[in-house]
């Protein structure tokens, strides 16, 4: 099956702020790995972020963070960060998952 990409506008400006050799190894990886399997978790490539709600997913291209959430046959990237804004973007614009009620007779 394969995916649509869609970029949003932030996503879009954030690339095209890069340096041209890193824009490409970004769409090439974009394209590698969310055109088809943008859910198949990896030891180092991608991330299911489990304690958020938006962005699901996370994309790993050298010092780069590709965030991103899969709503049925499509790969929204949400934005594409410098590792060293990862972490600070996340705080601000992540956005927590409900926690799961414990099942009934369980706590």
């Known amino acids: 099956m394969s995916y649509e990409i869609e970029l949003t506008d932030d996503s879009k400006r954030d690339i095209q702020a890069l340096r041209s050799f890193e824009r490409q190894k970004v769409l090439d990886a974009i394209e590698r790995h969310l055109r088809h399997e943008p859910t198949r ?12 709600a938006h962005p699901q997913y996370r994309l790993r291209v050298d010092d780069i963070r590709i965030f ?23 705080a601000q614009e992540g956005r927590l998952a409900e926690p799961t009620a414990p099942i009934s007779g369980e706590e």
């Open 41 to 52: 978790e990896s030891r180092s490539r991608i991330k299911r972020l489990r304690e958020l």
């Open 68 to 90: 991103y959430d899969v709503v049925g046959e499509v790969v929204q990237i949400i934005a594409v960060i410098a590792k060293s804004r990862a972490a600070e973007w996340l």
